[in-house]
């Protein structure tokens, strides 16, 4: 795991009671890690596969409680 600094749009959310997590689900490999923010940031298809299937589990979860 890896900490970026950075933000989101998400506070106009949370301004209205919305809670919001900053999660990211990936694996970045160095390469890709150079590339974020950047203009040719790249995340393999692989990771967005992955990423999707965590919060989609993560979602269910939450639904099921």
Do not use: W
């Not at 974020?36 to 999707?52: F, L, W, Y």
């Amino acid at each position: 795991p890896i900490i970026r600094p950075g933000f989101t749009d998400s506070i106009l959310l949370r301004q209205r009671g919305v809670r919001c997590y900053g999660v990211i689900p990936v694996v970045v490999t160095a390469a890709e890690s150079a590339t974020m923010h950047g203009d040719a940031e790249r995340v393999s298809k692989a990771n967005i596969v992955h990423g999707t299937r965590v919060l989609a589990m993560a979602l269910a979860d939450i639904v099921a409680k």
